[in-house]
């Protein structure tokens, strides 16, 4: 048994540096390379066991109607700023401008913002409810501005060999921050990789999850410098098409669990999947800017160039969909690394990108707490609940007898037969509410 422990452990720890990278002729992201796609061993996004994981808890969140309520996941951000000396602002040692600039693009894009480049009216694009800050504390909780900056004595790293040597330089407790490492890949083939994160818990009983969990350390994203934020003219070397900041939109997305779109095969025959319904399948990576609309694999279904997980130029690249929302909110709320990010307490004063709307009217917000077995009844903000009644399907009244205080009301769901119920709510303004609910 020991034998086959240590066996496990050591397939993981080759298997799960999760980077993906593009073609050769074709300097982009480097984890298809290192992470296999699909055919990636061990726990890691697109490995068959996360990918069963990952499934199973959509039908568990459908099954129980776990709804997710769009809030906004705020991710703080430190961006070590791996120098050779340079005065700050000059070469590799980025300005404190360049670094927020790069943040502004992601909340661009992430939130799909109208009148910035990261806007799109595609009916799949999805504002996906996901901003970054730069870190206003440090993991020993003192003030800090989000950026570290380290003169390294090196100009550069190699791809992969040099991983944990630039790590090593600096990086803060990956379960609270996003580590973004700014530096130069050497090789000018490989602009950034990210690691994909790993199945949360003992998943399966076939593939026992190795203590401890490998791979804390490099957790997070690697960026060359020349594509780090919005680049001046000038100043990209060879990577000019790729100036805008989307590699790290494109990273980030890897870093929450998103695959390429064309699922890292090369021909419609391999059925390549990202496993997201509303990105069309296609043969290979998008490169360049194409217009028009290329086919993909589906007949009369153009491919979708513009993902931000495709291999367009930043300068073509608009949208993540619905599906990869989906599956980023997911990975966000559940995987290890990942869902203690949202603990950090960040006060990063950061701002709804949201285009600006008029005020939404409050609303009455009806959750089911499954474990508890309680409904929870929220009044508008301006309002107080007047009353509850509960119905059974064949419409008839079941008292409930809410417990209520100021502008939260409990219901307790154990009295209630299994099954399904509607719930009609008439707050202080007269306003009625009906919706349904499962007593599981
Ligand atoms: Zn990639």
């Known amino acids: 048994m020991k034998k086959l422990y240590t066996r496990l452990f050591i397939l993981f720890l080759v298997a799960i540096p999760v980077w993906k990278s593009a073609a050769q002729t074709h300097p982009h992201c480097a984890n298809p390379d290192v992470y296999k796609g699909k055919n990636a061993a061990g726990y890691s996004a697109g490995s068959k066991v996360f990918e069963e994981w990952i499934s199973k808890v959509e039908q568990n969140e459908n099954a129980k109607a776990v709804q997710d309520n769009d809030e906004i996941y705020t991710i703080p951000v430190v961006v070590h700023v791996l120098h050779n000396g340079e005065a700050e602002g000059i070469g590799k040692n980025l300005s404190n401008a360049r670094v927020q600039s790069q943040i502004d693009i992601l909340n661009n894009d992430y939130s799909r913002a109208t009148g910035t480049p990261g806007f799109n009216s595609h009916p799949a694009g999805a504002d996906t409810r996901i901003r970054f800050c730069l870190a206003t504390k440090d993991p020993s909780g003192n003030p800090s501005n989000g950026i570290v900056r380290v003169n390294t004595n090196r100009d550069g790293f190699e791809f992969l060999s040099e991983n944990t040597l630039l790590k090593g330089f600096s990086f803060w407790d990956p379960a609270k921050y996003l580590n973004i490492w700014s530096c130069q890949i050497n090789g000018n083939l490989y602009i950034g990789y990210a690691q994909y994160p790993i199945i949360p818990t003992f998943w399966s009983d076939s593939l026992p999850m190795p203590q401890p969990i490998p791979d804390v350390q490099p957790d997070g994203v690697v960026i060359d410098y020349r594509v780090f934020g919005d680049v001046p003219p000038g100043e990209s070397g060879p990577f000019t098409s790729y100036n805008k900041g989307r590699t790290t939109t494109h990273e980030i997305g890897h870093y929450l669990g998103l695959l390429h779109i064309w699922g890292d095969g090369s021909a419609c025959a391999d059925n390549a999947t990202d496993y997201c319904e509303d990105t069309p399948p296609q043969a290979t990576y998008t490169s360049g800017c194409p217009t028009g609309t290329p ?20 300068a073509c690249m608009n949208i993540f969909t ?27 004063g950061i701002a709804d990108t949201q285009p600006i709307q008029p005020e939404p009217e409050p609303k009455l917000v009806i959750r089911n707490d499954v474990e508890k077995q309680q409904l929870v009844l929220v009044a508008p903000s301006d309002q107080t609940i007047q009353k509850i009644q509960v119905f059974s399907m064949s419409g008839q009244e079941i008292p409930v007898f809410p417990e209520t205080e100021a502008v939260q009301s409990l219901i307790n769901l154990q009295r209630l037969a ?5 719930i009609r709510v008439v707050t202080s303004k007269g306003q009625t509410y009906r919706e349904r609910f499962a007593r599981w």
């Open 418 to 422: 299994r099954g399904i119920y509607n």
């Open 295 to 314: 086919a993909s694999c589906t007949p009369g279904v153009p491919k979708m160039k513009e993902n931000y997980l495709d291999y367009t130029n930043d």
């Open 322 to 348: 619905k599906e990869q929302k989906k599956r980023m909110r997911i990975v966000l709320r559940n995987c290890i690394r990942r869902n203690t990010l949202l603990q950090t307490p960040t006060s990063c």
